[in-house]
């Protein structure tokens, strides 16, 4: 399964970024998908995951109530909603798969850089 993110930028304190996650190859084979973060210096964390069928989610304490997270498996992509988007939220954001029967997939990042 590979795995392409897309979606960051730049963007003032108060403001919103829509994340997408888009997956190829074998992706009948996906569990369940998350979202991660690396701040510089700092170690990754989860940010957010989602079940196969989309109807179970978790997040961390810090973005909850801000952000979603949500997937269409019919286009086999996943998507992080960002609200209220804070200075502390700046970010390298990897999205992740886990794979039944397979090793889990990384993307290469996408930049979220939150301005005050």
């Known amino acids: 399964v590979q795995l392409v993110e897309s979606g960051g930028g730049l963007v003032q304190a108060g403001g919103s970024l829509r994340l997408s996650c888009a997956a190829s190859g074998s992706t009948f084979r996906i569990i369940a998908m998350s979202w991660y973060r690396q701040a510089p210096g700092k170690q990754r964390e989860l940010v957010a995951a989602?079940?196969?069928?989309?109807?179970?989610?978790n997040y961390s304490d810090s973005v909850k109530g801000r952000f979603a997270i949500s997937r269409d498996n019919a286009k086999n992509t996943m998507y992080l909603q960002m609200n209220s988007l804070k200075p502390e939220d700046t970010a390298v954001y990897y999205c992740n798969a886990v794979n039944w029967g397979a090793p889990g997939s990384w993307g290469q990042g996408t930049q979220v850089t939150v301005s005050s």
């Open positions: 989602i079940s196969a069928g989309g109807g179970s989610t």
